[in-house]
T-cell receptor, first 112, second 111 residues
Framework: NAGVMQNPRHLVRRRGQEARLRCSPMKGHSHVYWYRQLPEEGLKFMVYLQKENIIDESGMPKERFSAEFPKEGPSILRIQQVVRGDSAAYFC??????????FGDGTRLSIL | GESVGLHLPTLSVQEGDNSIINCAYSNSASDYFIWYKQESGKGPQFIIDIRSNMDKRQGQRVTVLLNKTVKHLSLQIAATQPGDSAVYFCAERAGGFKTIFGAGTRLFVKA
């Protein structure tokens, strides 16, 4: 069984560009979560989605950030007009429901 | 509020000794707790979980203890090995699926 797959592993963007982070959940998992992690800190919840629906986006900034989990294809975390403060590791997790979340190895986003 | 914190940010143990990593939480409504291990450059890896109707749960070489009275949980690792060196996070859920992570404890295992 393949685990949670995130790509790219590393992404470099210049200020003002858009960043798209992809997450393919484990097979059979319909729940996807996105977290952000700064160096030497814990993971901060951003958003929780089920297929085609955003369930909880209380941790996601209101502007520039959006997430989707379409019926077909991976979940996408999109950051528009990136700023230096967006530099972080972004982790995706998935679960089949009320089960522990399984994490991918993250996307390291660097903003020049 | 949302707060899951750890008493010890860094823990150094001798190989073969037992390790105890502590975690305090502030939300008395939290009913599900999880411990994760994160190695450098990787995502968190599930270790063990416990629901609020239990006070102890054991896995392979690991035990989680939950004290709801003082809102504290701990992770015990028996016979700590070099491969256990990592950052350990406690996390909590208060209904639903939103998971709040603590700040983490870095475990160093000395050979």
């Amino acid at each position: 069984n393949a685990g949670v797959m995130q790509n790219p592993r590393h992404l470099v963007r210049r200020r003002g560009q858009e960043a798209r982070l992809r997450c393919s959940p484990m097979k059979g998992h319909s729940h996807v979560y996105w977290y952000r992690q700064l160096p030497e800190e814990g993971l901060k919840f951003m958003v929780y989605l089920q297929k085609e629906n955003i369930i909880d986006e209380s941790g996601m900034p209101k502007e520039r950030f959006s997430a989707e989990f379409p019926k077909e294809g991976p979940s996408i975390l999109r950051i528009q007009q990136v700023v230096r403060g967006d530099s972080a590791a972004y982790f995706c997790a998935s679960s089949p429901g009320d089960q522990p979340q399984h994490f991918g190895d993250g996307t390291r986003l660097s903003i020049l | 509020g949302e707060s899951v914190g750890l008493h010890l940010p860094t823990l150094s143990v001798q190989e073969g000794d037992n390790s105890i990593i502590n975690c305090a939480y502030s939300n008395s409504a939290s009913d599900y707790f999880i411990w994760y291990k994160q190695e450098s450059g990787k995502g968190p890896q599930f270790i063990i979980d416990i629901r609020s109707n239990m006070d102890k749960r054991q896995g392979q070489r690991v035990t989680v203890l939950l004290n709801k009275t003082v809102k504290h949980l701990s992770l015990q690792i028996a016979a700590t090995q070099p491969g256990d060196s990592a950052v350990y996070f406690c996390a909590e859920r208060a209904g639903g699926f939103k998971t709040i992570f603590g700040a983490g404890t870095r475990l160093f295992v000395k050979a």
